[in-house]
């Protein structure tokens, strides 16, 4: 099993900037990639960003230039780095751990972008 916890998110102004980390704990070493992903109301769940073991990473169109993933392998954390937010980056924002027979995922974290 692997616990996901997110945090960061909260209210911030079109141009804003914010953190997000979600701390992972338990069997890691059967994790390949770590996910963010992100839901807005009344659309579908959506792939974010994207690191794996290696560091490599892959972005959203929609957010390439603007975020970036990265990870503290000592801490088991993964963090998302969104800077020039947009109200369409307001969205419940998901942890996801992809791994060789599960996926897990965190509890969500809200990002609100407005003025």
């Known amino acids: 099993q692997v616990q996901l916890v997110e945090s960061g998110g909260g209210l911030v102004q079109p141009g804003g900037s914010l953190r997000l980390s979600c701390a992972a704990s338990?069997?890691?070493?059967?994790?390949?990639?770590m996910n963010w992903y992100r839901q807005a109301p009344g659309k579908q769940r959506e792939l974010v960003a994207t690191?794996?073991?290696?560091?490599?990473?892959n972005y959203a169109d929609s957010v390439k230039g603007r975020f970036t993933v990265s990870r503290d392998a000592a801490k088991n954390t993964v963090y998302l780095q969104m800077n020039s937010l947009k109200p369409e980056d307001t969205a419940a924002y998901y942890c996801?751990?992809?791994?060789?027979?599960?996926?897990?995922w965190g509890q969500g974290t809200q990002v609100t972008v407005s003025s």
């Open positions: 996801n751990a992809a791994g060789f027979q599960d996926t897990y």
């Open positions: 338990g069997r890691m070493f059967s994790i390949y990639a």
């Open positions: 690191i794996t073991k290696s560091s490599r990473t």
